[in-house]
Every structure is written in structure tokens, then in C-alpha cells.
């Protein structure tokens, strides 16, 4: 079943096939609570370092996954055609399948927030708690006027780029951007603009939201509206915070996260 194994940063990179793709997965800890940790567009683990960092790691057994086409689950390119994120929901739930843990918890920050609330709707029975923060279940003409500000990856500070060129390569970076961009253009024009509203209802994990109050590309609408749609959800806005809630404020992040995941 495992393809590869390798260490990176103290932890443990492994290689596994479904669904017809090698999918790289981190298992960071040994902790009873399992967790399945959603990256965002053109994610990787590093992106996760205030979690990876201070979470304890005796509580919980965190799995950050690479979606097809992102981090280290390349080959193939990213495919950015209707329904992918349906489709990487799909490969996540299979994934959990394939290391045969049947209960576990997801967390998602942004496109992985919308990924991990369609997995949620899909895996009902085997979801415990659900965590997303930084996410959206709609896209609108607005939202997309903030996106086009980002197309141009050159224009991006130094500290978002880097990291980004050194693990995919310029082109890489600045083709799967714009496919993403494009990729929402598509929704809002073909879907009303649907990313995953439909789901919503049907996600019976105690949920819980987090939002940053100045969040410069997610307008914090977006938080209220998930919040209003599904049931018992629980909302936390952090004042002053932008997109990147766990690197601005990871104590506080950690400790909110933490309370609900441990929460009976």
C-alpha cells in the first residue's frame, strides 16, 4: 500500500494509492484523536506549522494531506474542471478508508475549508467535530475582483512567494493560480456562484468557524452565512485578524481549537 517514505521537518511523508492517485499524506503525533488537515490552494504542510508546532501531539494524530496536483501529490497538474472540489472531498474520505481509521475530525483552512465541509456532508457517520476557518460556501462578482488583485504571483510579498516558487516552480505557481482564479469565474458564471451551499444542510458534525475580522480575500459575510446555515455551528471572529488566522494569532487559534475538539 505505501509507495514511499521519507522525513521531512520530523515528520513522516508517505506516498499511498487511491482512487487512482499517489496521494502524500503527514502523520504528525500518536494521540487518540485523529485529525484530517485540509491545505488551501496550492497548499503544503509547512502551511500548517503553528498547528503541527502546538498541538499536543500525545491528544491528537494529525494528517496533512495533499490533494491532487498540490505539495507532493505530483504528478498529475492540478485539474481544476467542475466538481474538483467534490472530487478532492472524494480522494480525502478515501483516504481515511485506505489507513483504515474509521473516526476522525477535519479541519480546513480556505479552498480546504470548502473541501473538508463537502467531505463532512458526505462522510457524516464517520466526522466527529469539523473545523474550518477562512472559507466560503459561495463566490461572488466581488469576491472575484479580490482574487484578480492576487493573479499576478510576482506581485506577491516575498514571504508568500518564495516558499511557493521553491516548492512548485514559477510557472507551476502562476498556471495553477490562474487556473484557480479561472476555475471560480466558471462557478460564478455556470454554478450562481455555488462552491458548496448545497452541503451545508447536511453536515451534522458539531462545526465550528473561524474567521478573521479584516480577512482581506474571504470578506467575513462569508463566515455568517456558514454559520446561519449550518445547524448548531459555532462562529469565533478574531479582531483585527486577516487571512492567516493561525500564523497572526496561533495561541489563541490553538487554544479555541483545542477547547472545541476536546469538548464533550
Same mark, same amino acid.
Given at each position: 500500500?505505501?509507495?514511499? $517514505?521519507?522525513?521531512?521537518?520530523?515528520?513522516?511523508?508517505?506516498?499511498?494509492?487511491?482512487?487512482?492517485?499517489?496521494?502524500?499524506?503527514?502523520?504528525?503525533?500518536?494521540?487518540?484523536?485523529?485529525?484530517?488537515?485540509?491545505?488551501?490552494?496550492?497548499?503544503?504542510? $509547512?502551511?500548517?506549522?503553528?498547528? $503541527?508546532?502546538?498541538?499536543?501531539?500525545?491528544?491528537?494524530?494529525?494528517?496533512?494531506?495533499?490533494?491532487?496536483?498540490?505539495?507532493?501529490?505530483?504528478?498529475?497538474?492540478? @485539474?481544476?474542471?467542475?466538481?474538483?472540489?467534490?472530487?478532492?472531498?472524494?480522494?480525502?474520505?478515501?483516504?481515511?478508508?485506505?489507513?483504515? &481509521?474509521?473516526?476522525?475530525?477535519?479541519?480546513?483552512?480556505?479552498?480546504?475549508?470548502?473541501?473538508?465541509?463537502?467531505?463532512?456532508?458526505?462522510?457524516?457517520?464517520?466526522?466527529?467535530?469539523?473545523?474550518?476557518?477562512?472559507?466560503?460556501?459561495?463566490?461572488?462578482?466581488? @469576491?472575484?475582483?479580490?482574487?484578480?488583485?492576487?493573479?499576478?504571483?510576482?506581485?506577491?510579498?516575498?514571504?508568500?512567494?518564495?516558499?511557493?516558487?521553491?516548492?512548485?516552480?514559477?510557472?507551476?505557481?502562476?498556471?495553477?493560480?490562474?487556473?484557480? &482564479? @479561472?476555475?471560480?469565474?466558471?462557478?460564478?458564471?455556470?454554478?450562481?456562484?455555488?462552491?458548496?451551499?448545497?452541503?451545508?444542510?447536511?453536515?451534522?458534525?458539531?462545526?465550528?468557524?473561524?474567521?478573521?475580522?479584516? @480577512?482581506?480575500?474571504?470578506? &467575513?459575510?462569508?463566515?455568517?452565512?456558514?454559520?446561519?446555515?449550518?445547524?448548531?455551528?459555532?462562529?469565533?471572529?478574531?479582531?483585527?485578524?486577516?487571512?492567516? &488566522?493561525?500564523?497572526?494569532?496561533?495561541?489563541?487559534?490553538?487554544?479555541?481549537?483545542?477547547?472545541?475538539? $476536546?469538548?464533550?
Amino acid at each position: 500500500m505505501n509507495q514511499q $517514505t521519507t522525513v521531512t521537518t520530523e515528520m513522516n511523508s508517505t506516498k499511498i494509492k487511491v482512487k487512482g492517485f499517489e496521494i502524500n499524506y503527514f502523520k504528525i503525533g500518536n494521540g487518540p484523536q485523529k485529525l484530517l488537515i485540509f491545505p488551501g490552494a496550492l497548499g503544503q504542510v $509547512t502551511n500548517f506549522k503553528p498547528l $503541527t508546532e502546538n498541538f499536543d501531539r500525545e491528544k491528537y494524530t494529525m494528517y496533512i494531506w495533499d490533494p491532487p496536483g498540490y505539495g507532493l501529490s505530483r504528478p498529475p497538474n492540478r @485539474d481544476f474542471s467542475p466538481g474538483f472540489l467534490y472530487r478532492d472531498a472524494d480522494c480525502a474520505i478515501a483516504l481515511m478508508k485506505a489507513l483504515c &481509521i474509521d473516526r476522525y475530525s477535519m479541519l480546513g483552512w480556505c479552498n480546504g475549508g470548502c473541501t473538508a465541509l463537502i467531505a463532512a456532508s458526505k462522510a457524516a457517520d464517520r466526522v466527529e467535530k469539523l473545523v474550518v476557518w477562512s472559507c466560503n460556501a459561495y463566490v461572488t462578482s466581488k @469576491d472575484l475582483e479580490i482574487y484578480e488583485t492576487t493573479r499576478d504571483v510576482h506581485a506577491w510579498s516575498e514571504k508568500r512567494r518564495l516558499p511557493q516558487f521553491q516548492m512548485y516552480g514559477e510557472k507551476y505557481v502562476s498556471d495553477t493560480w490562474s487556473g484557480w &482564479i @479561472d476555475a471560480f469565474h466558471k462557478i460564478l458564471d455556470e454554478d450562481d456562484g455555488d462552491v458548496c451551499r448545497g452541503v451545508l444542510a447536511e453536515i451534522k458534525a458539531p462545526t465550528l468557524i473561524l474567521h478573521g475580522s479584516e @480577512d482581506e480575500l474571504v470578506p &467575513i459575510e462569508h463566515a455568517v452565512y456558514l454559520h446561519d446555515n449550518i445547524k448548531g455551528s459555532t462562529l469565533e471572529i478574531l479582531p483585527d485578524a486577516k487571512h492567516i &488566522i493561525h500564523f497572526m494569532y496561533p495561541q489563541k487559534f490553538i487554544s479555541i481549537v483545542d477547547n472545541f475538539l $476536546t469538548a464533550i
